[in-house]
């Protein structure tokens, strides 16, 4: 049983600082946090940064870096006898093939990404100088929260972690509770395959973040924030720590922690991640009730993406009505992550709404012929190119049967496979089920299984559940992973049903 007084919350940490799960560490863990051994170990064995002490160079098996030779790299390493293994994608893709070395640093194998020119009038600006002056943060004082509030409404500012959730309710809902003890988390996680624009906002405008935050916990009313971010994003983490501390006069007594993941997609969908800081296995909690109303050890919680947050102090020094106006026809600018066959792979500030041309027009053109596209990380499937012209906004992308999520956009030309694509992201989705609900668990490895032989055999029977068991997983999974897991498959044999055929 647990202690009474348990430090439930120390365990990753602690599981970190002993170098992972060695001999003896979930004993030792135990004793001191007061949570059973079998407990510690339970948790220690969901998160790989903690569960494979000494693994060497870590490779990106994700999508972009499978297109852009990682097989290749692997080969190269295997040959020189370094310690490697493949690895969930690791958010990188504008330098793929991406790997990382047993400390988590960057292996430079390839160029640095791209980013939107410098142009004070975006409102994220990635290019620009970081402002670190917090003029948003005692302009939201000087108006008061409910014309804080009211300016994000008119932004029409919509949550940016892939669900687009207004977040002016969200914000009234956590001011609304009756409960005075609440928290802001911002969810730093980003990890859905094709996608890395939080990171660029954390190396580039932390302070966009933080102030962002900042304003949150004021108006709802919290006096911590908790920052989660992923585990493999060092750089990024170095970035932040130096700007909370040039922060620190500031933040009036709001106090911003920063807890690390440890290797585990599944804890960015937001009660996972609640569940990790709480020292948990990160399986996704059963909603309602939803983080508003119960979410951080049971306290009323704000949770919101980095982008999200990162809008908001353009929002209050310029208006509401300006941000929105940046958008076609949804609200405001958006940061596109665009990876793949494409001249300059990086992160693009545009209207809400712009057309795949015209993003990959930012980015220096086409490489060879383009042929499919995923429009916003691994759960929004593929589109044919000829929805080049769509917008590339929730409504547009909704209206194709895909969606924005995270807004990372990867592109395929005409010498890629759609079944070996399908089972790149399949791979991904098997590995990174939580596991707690069947048709999610079983689906993910039936669905990649069916590929596999499908790939190896071209036997068309093997393919031949594949619509049922989706339909299985869309309706009896707990969150979002299993409801889409499997459209990177169907949607590949809806659109591309010359790549299943026993004869190309
Ligand atoms: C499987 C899964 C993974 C997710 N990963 C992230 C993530 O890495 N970052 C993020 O902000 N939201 C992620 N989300 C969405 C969050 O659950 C949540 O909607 C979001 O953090 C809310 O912030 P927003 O309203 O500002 O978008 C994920 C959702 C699911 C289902
Ligand atoms: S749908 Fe999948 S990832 Fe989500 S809770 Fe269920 S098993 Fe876990």
Known sequence: MERKGARRERILELLEEHGGLREGVAAAISAETGVPEADVYGVATFYTLVSRP???????????????GADARAAELQGHGVDHEWVSCLGRCDRAPVALDPELELIPWGARGA???????????LGGADDASYRALAR???????????????????????????????????RGEADPVRYVVVNADESEPGTFKDREILLRRPHLLIEGAAIAAWVVGASIVYV??????????????????????????????IVAGHGAYICGEETALLEAIEGRRGMPRLKPPYPTRSGLWGKPTLMNNVETLACVPSILLRGGDWFQSWGRDEPGSKLYC???????????????????????????????????????????????ISERSRPLDMGGLAAAGSMLGSAGVVVLNDTVDMAQAARWQAIFFQ????????????????????????????????????????????????????MTASLPLVTAMRHFPEDFRSQR
């Open 54 to 68: 000494g693994v060497g160079v870590r490779i990106c098996q994700g999508l972009t870096c499978k297109l852009a």
């Open 115 to 125: 980013i939107s020119p410098d142009d004070p009038e975006l409102p994220m600006n």
């Open 140 to 174: 939201a004082r000087g108006i008061g929260a409910a014309q804080v509030i009211e300016q994000l409404r008119a932004a029409g500012l919509q949550g940016r972690g892939g669900a687009g959730f207004p977040a002016h309710i969200k914000w009234s809902a956590v």
């Open 228 to 257: 989660y971010i992923r585990g493999e994003f060092t750089d990024a983490r170095r970035s932040l720590e130096a700007a909370l501390e040039a922060a620190a006069p500031h933040l009036d007594g709001i106090e911003i922690r």
């Open 338 to 384: 665009l990876s793949g066959h494409v001249a300059r792979p990086g992160v693009y500030e545009l209207p809400l709404g712009v057309t795949l041309d015209e993003l990959v027009e930012a980015g220096g053109g086409y490489v060879g012929t383009p042929r499919a596209f995923s429009p916003g990380g691994a759960a929004s499937g593929f589109l044919p």
């Open 431 to 482: 590995d990174e089920s939580c596991g707690q609900c069947a048709p999610c668990r079983i689906g993910c490895s039936l669905q990649r299984r069916s590929l596999d032989r499908w790939i190896d055999d071209r036997d068309p029977a093997t393919l031949q559940h594949v619509e049922e068991i989706h339909w299985e997983m869309e309706e009896g999974s707990i969150c979002g992973l299993g």
